[in-house]
């Protein structure tokens, strides 16, 4: 079975501080996708970026970056230069290949609160 | 334009009520969904659809009907609801073949309080 940890419920920073969102995830398959999306207090969640589990290369996207290393289930979101219009609930989610035969259908972790002040 | 559409984007509604949710998703997907999101809670999955077909009820009370009349509408049936049933009711889909990575687009949610 798959499974997705977000440890921290709840980050509070200062604009400008950098913060590192965790997630950990179990899988018996070698083949999945992992995704981190935003959900702002309007209620959609926002797709962020999706990774695949052959490609391990760290992604950056102007202040965001993700870190994937399979050696410790890992796949953490950074931001750098926080602002105010990041306060979000920030969400990471597992899906195996459906060649894989495992559950396509993703798995969420329950989500990190992110809370920027001025 | 949002790929996935839902209305309304805010419901009241009374215990004996009848209403419903609909959801449109643009984006030629095989794969629709209905989740829950309480408050303090995590998100719950309710419904899967592929291909028009059903393929996940999550234990859902009766009072939750979905209907999924082709690949592009979805809808959620609401029938005697509770108050606990108050909450933010996401629509999605997917495409879940290709390299696409089954990876699920939201709608804006439509906003439920049971009153």
């Known amino acids: 079975a798959q499974k997705v940890t977000q440890a921290q419920t709840e980050i509070s920073v200062v604009e400008k501080e950098d913060v590192t969102l965790d997630c950990v995830y179990e899988?018996?398959?070698?083949?999945?996708?992992l995704f981190w999306y935003k959900q702002p207090p309007s209620g959609e969640l926002v797709f962020l970026i999706r990774?695949?589990?052959?490609?391990?290369q760290n992604e950056i996207s102007g202040r965001y970056s993700w870190n994937f290393q399979k050696s410790t289930s890992s796949f953490n979101f950074t931001i750098t230069a926080s602002q105010v219009v990041d306060s979000a609930v920030y969400f990471c989610?597992?899906?195996?290949?459906?060649?894989?035969?495992?559950?396509?259908?993703?798995?969420f972790g329950r989500g990190t609160s992110l809370i920027v002040h001025p | 334009e949002t790929g996935v559409t839902q209305t309304p984007r805010h419901l009241v509604m009374g215990m004996t009520n009848k209403k419903s949710l609909k959801c449109e998703q643009h984006?030629?997907?095989?794969?629709m969904y209905w989740y829950k999101q309480s408050a303090k809670k995590p998100l719950e999955l309710m419904f899967v659809?592929?291909?028009?077909?059903?393929?996940e009820n999550n234990s859902v009370p009766s009072r939750f009907s979905p209907e999924c009349p082709n690949s592009s509408h979805l809808f959620l049936h609401l029938h005697t609801l509770q108050p606990e049933d108050s909450a933010l009711y996401l629509c999605?889909?997917?495409?879940?073949?290709?390299?696409?990575?089954?990876?699920?687009?939201f709608g804006e949610g439509s906003w439920l309080t049971v009153v």
């Open positions: 989610a597992l899906s195996e290949a459906l060649t894989a035969g495992g559950s396509y259908i993703p798995t």
């Open positions: 999605a889909s997917s495409q879940t073949t290709g390299e696409s990575g089954n990876t699920i687009y």
């Open positions: 990774r695949n589990s052959f490609d391990e």
């Open positions: 899988t018996r398959d070698t083949t999945y996708y």
């Open positions: 984006l030629g997907h095989n794969a």
């Open positions: 659809y592929s291909l028009e077909e059903r393929v």
